[in-house]
């Protein structure tokens, strides 16, 4: 029971979370383009992020001629459920849940999180979003491979699935100034898992209205917004495990996690979006070699160690 309720705890400060990721990002990308952010409600607009909330989810639902009623419903619950359930692999040291299996627990929702995306944009029945779905699920595919070849590395490295290891293996120096190239990578490849800035090819506005979500309004919008970001929070902290570690209890660890998130938002005020072929050529011809050569790298270092601990 106690679990249960630091559980729900932990959720309401991640969607809190949210609701103040979207302002810094308003901020951030205000500046950037030199203009104000939000800043008339509340001091320096700190009440915009609830003003949106209420706004949403008090518009008129759009019922749409011809759509499939229970998946087009479902998906957006779906996918903001598997964002949220995703943050239990976090090994927090407060009697919420220690996954011996945390990755691998991961890399599961990871893969769930294409079902959402797939079934909204088909259940629309609008040919822009079954164009932005199919897009996306190509794209999460593609750099899913490189990324579970970068934990199985680190797993190799650290010869255990619980993430709590990570913290450990990092407290006499971080993984970021050993292994530079995997972070640039897994970085970039968040970014294409969240499609985000330069990879949002799934919510392309130029081509696509708005791309596998065009078709929702109010409520079914507000939803998937909060899955995006919930999202963006959860890749900044993992980034911020792995690579940056420091344990759950200090105040150094969100610093580091709002730091990765700021550089997320930086991204999308600065860099344009690429090309779809050039997407799938960095994924499978730059990001998967990298990706192998270091995983085979780290298993001749295990097997080397080994060795030595043997003689």
Do not use: H
Not at 151 to 163: K, P, R
């Amino acid at each position: 029971m106690v679990s249960v309720i630091n559980y729900l705890i932990m959720i309401i400060c991640v969607l809190l979370g949210v609701a103040f990721v979207t302002l810094l990002e308003r901020k951030i990308l205000g500046y950037i383009q030199i203009r104000k952010g939000p800043n008339k409600l509340g001091v320096l607009g700190l009440l915009q992020p609830f003003s949106d909330a209420v706004k949403l989810f008090t518009k008129e639902q759009i019922n749409l001629s011809m759509f499939n009623f229970l998946p087009y419903y479902i998906s957006p619950v779906f996918s903001l459920f598997i964002s949220l359930v995703v943050w239990s692999v976090l090994p927090f040291l407060s009697g919420l849940f220690d996954m011996n299996l945390g990755v691998l627990f991961f890399l599961c929702c990871l893969s769930f999180s294409v079902y959402p995306i797939m079934s909204a944009g088909w259940a629309s029945n609008c040919k822009y979003s079954m164009l932005g779905s199919l897009r996306s699920v190509a794209q999460i595919i593609s750099y899913e491979v490189s990324l579970a070849l970068i934990l199985l590395s680190f797993i190799f490295l650290v010869e255990s699935f619980n993430f709590k290891e990570f913290i450990i293996y990092q407290e006499e120096m971080w993984f970021l100034w050993v292994t530079t190239p995997l972070a640039m990578i897994w970085f970039a490849s968040c970014l294409a898992e969240t499609n985000r800035t330069p990879f949002d090819f799934s919510e392309g506005e130029s081509e696509l209205v708005s791309g596998f979500n065009t078709e929702y309004s109010s409520g079914g919008f507000a939803l998937i917004f909060m899955a995006e970001y919930s999202s963006i929070l959860f890749m900044s902290m993992i980034f911020s495990l792995m690579f940056l570690g420091s344990s759950f209890l200090g105040v150094l660890f969100y610093l580091k996690l709002v730091s990765v998130s700021f550089v997320f938002i930086w991204v999308r005020g600065t860099l344009p979006r690429f090309r779809y072929d050039k997407l799938m050529y960095l994924a499978w011809k730059s990001f998967l070699p990298v990706s192998l050569n270091f995983l085979i790298y780290f298993m001749g270092l295990k097997l080397m160690m080994f060795c030595i601990f043997l003689i």
